[in-house]
């Protein structure tokens, strides 16, 4: 049931008195985004080394959320299996973490993989396989359940493997524990070992798509991806090289291990390293985590890209797929402009939040938030257009702005495809997101030293995926006694991702639209008050889509992704 809100008269009144007057206003907002435990991860060696490099870390960090952590403290084991997590210790562990953690909101779990090298043969009947996975399946479903009944509402993500490399590991180094776990499987192929995996992969999927607590992103064949195969296989049937990101995603190659340079010191037969796990998390990151992020908004916008986007300093413009702040040149500071299209917003809107990324593409010389602080970048507003017109101009650098410093700086884009995001919840200046038209933005370094040449480069709306700029708007809806808004949780979609069929969990739904993320519609899908519809996506290829749902109440956007 969608939910009525007041409204907010005396702000209102004052939202008024800055219209009328059009003064600029400074924006004041808590600034305060300290480090937070929001990830607890539970499992294996995998979850271990993954816990120990603090790769969910970096990757949060890489995706704009330095400030989100994880906790993997007695709920991280070598060597465990799922079984040993229905059982005290471990249970008991899990339980205290996710209490003794309030703030956590999400579980990695690692499990599966020791249960199916331990137990599995390659000469098993498929009734063996299906009774060891059904047997693996219930003991993930009786941590799932327990994870669930201490934190309610807590989302699920089942971490998964790739591919290991028995063969070509135990051929370098015969008189190992990988030696004897690798005779006790009946010394598979590739293929063989491989398919195993897949099977185990599915049925997390299998899992995922019956509950909507619970994901799963599958990175079977993510190494062959990234670090491709640089030479013919050691072994029988020393199959020839290829390169990087040749093989599907995910997928692989089932007839290839993982390479061997992707493997833990380029020996070891079923861990990664820290530089291979980082790949690893980053996917985990990019395909669910950076959504679950950012899962409390209403609507994502993409800038607008040439020639409404670029960056400016007193004597020229220079607009295109790049953005700049610092001082790049001797002609000075550069500031760069940034538009958005936000005319979907509905006129009955009162926006809470805005959240703008931007990620770096380059830098000269010092990074100027390391170098100044954060403090020292800034963003301005202009409800419409700086300067004369909607395009990057000279006048835009010193046009005044509606608002000035509306926006608080977390991260620090001190590698290149790194995030930073700007939080915005100053409601006086979020009044100047222009409901019936563009909104710019300009970003610039309010005091650095004027004679170093140090600037950061982002990527534009011409990048693509996940790396253009991207501005996500929270807002209330202020309605009659007859009309109500919906609410964001009333509406969930599963399983996300998914490779055909999508659920939709919600009630008198009416519209269904599939964007990309440069915002064009791709396909409406039209209902009538429809409850929990089910539609088919198989004409779409794979990748990240936005998907708005439309009901009597309003609408809400979701990022959808299929593989």
């Known amino acids: 049931m969608c939910l009525e809100l007041l409204k907010a008269t005396d702000m209102k009144k004052l939202l008024l008195i800055i219209f009328i007057f059009n003064v600029t206003f400074l924006g004041a907002q808590n600034c305060n985004f300290p480090p937070t435990i929001k990830l607890l991860i539970v499992g294996d060696s995998w979850g271990n080394f993954m816990w120990v490099y603090k790769n969910y870390r970096e990757s949060f ?21 799922a079984s040993d997590f229905i059982v005290n210790p471990k249970l008991t562990n899990v339980i205290n973490a996710l209490n003794n953690n309030p703030d956590a909101e999400w579980v990695l779990m690692s499990l599966g993989g020791n249960d199916v090298l331990g137990e599995w043969h390659k000469d098993f009947t498929p009734f063996q396989n299906d009774s060891l996975l059904d047997t693996i399946q219930g003991t993930m479903q009786i941590i799932i359940d327990t994870i669930k009944q201490t934190k309610p509402g807590v989302q699920i993500l089942i971490s998964g493997y790739d591919y290991p490399n028995f063969a070509e590991t135990t051929s370098i180094l015969p008189n190992t524990a990988y030696t004897d ?4 499987m009946g010394e598979p192929t590739f293929a063989e070992i491989n398919g195993i995996l897949e099977q185990l992969i599915q049925r997390f999927t299998d899992m995922a798509q019956a509950d909507p607590q619970l994901n799963i992103v599958n990175n079977l064949g993510l ?17 020839p090289p290829y390169p990087q990101y040749s093989v599907p995603l995910p997928g692989g190659n089932i007839n290839y291990p993982s390479p061997m340079p992707a493997m833990l010191g380029n020996l070891d037969a079923f861990h990664l390293s820290s530089a291979a796990y980082q790949h690893f998390t980053n996917r985990n990151t990019e395909l669910f985590f950076w959504e679950q992020f950012r899962r409390n908004k209403d609507t994502t916008l993409v800038s607008s890209g040439t020639p409404f986007d670029g960056f400016v300093d007193t004597s020229e413009t220079i607009t295109g797929n790049q953005l700049a702040f610092g001082n790049p040149s001797s002609a000075g500071e550069v500031s760069s402009i940034l538009s958005f299209n936000t005319e979907a917003i509905p006129d009955n809107a009162i926006i809470t939040e805005a959240r703008l990324f931007l990620t770096r593409s380059s830098q000269l010389n010092q990074n100027p938030i390391l170098t100044y602080g954060a403090s020292s970048i800034s963003m301005d507003i202009k409800s419409g257009y700086f300067g004369d017109s909607s395009a990057v101009e000279l006048i835009d650098f010193s046009d005044p702005a509606d608002a000035e410093n509306i926006a608080c700086l977390v991260g620090t884009a001190e590698n290149n495809d790194y995030k930073i995001r700007f939080e915005m919840s100053d409601s006086a200046s979020l009044s100047f997101i222009n409901k019936t038209g563009l909104t710019q933005f300009r970003l610039k370094v309010n005091s650095y030293d004027s004679l170093a040449l140090n600037a950061l480069y982002f990527y534009g709306a011409d990048a693509g995926g996940t790396n253009m700029p991207i501005l996500d708007v929270k807002y209330s809806l202020t309605v009659s006694n007859k009309q109500h808004a919906i609410q964001k949780n009333d509406m969930l979609i599963y399983p996300n991702p998914t490779n055909e069929v999508l659920k939709i969990q919600g009630a008198n739904i009416n519209q269904v639209e599939i964007s990309n993320l440069n915002g064009h519609i791709l396909e409406k899908f039209a209902f009538t008050n429809a409850t929990n519809p089910t539609i088919k996506l ?7 889509y936005l998907m708005r749902i439309t009901t009597d109440c309003g609408s809400v956007v979701k990022k959808l992704i299929l593989q």
């Open 61 to 81: 960090k890489k995706f704009g959320y330095p400030d989100y952590l994880e906790e993997g403290t007695g709920t991280v084991e070598n060597g465990a299996n």
């Open 181 to 184: 776990l690798f005779e006790s």
């Open 223 to 239: 190494m062959q991806y990234m670090f491709g195969q640089t030479v013919n296989l050691i072994v029988p049937p020393y199959s």
């Open 538 to 544: 198989s004409q779409f290829a794979h990748g990240i």
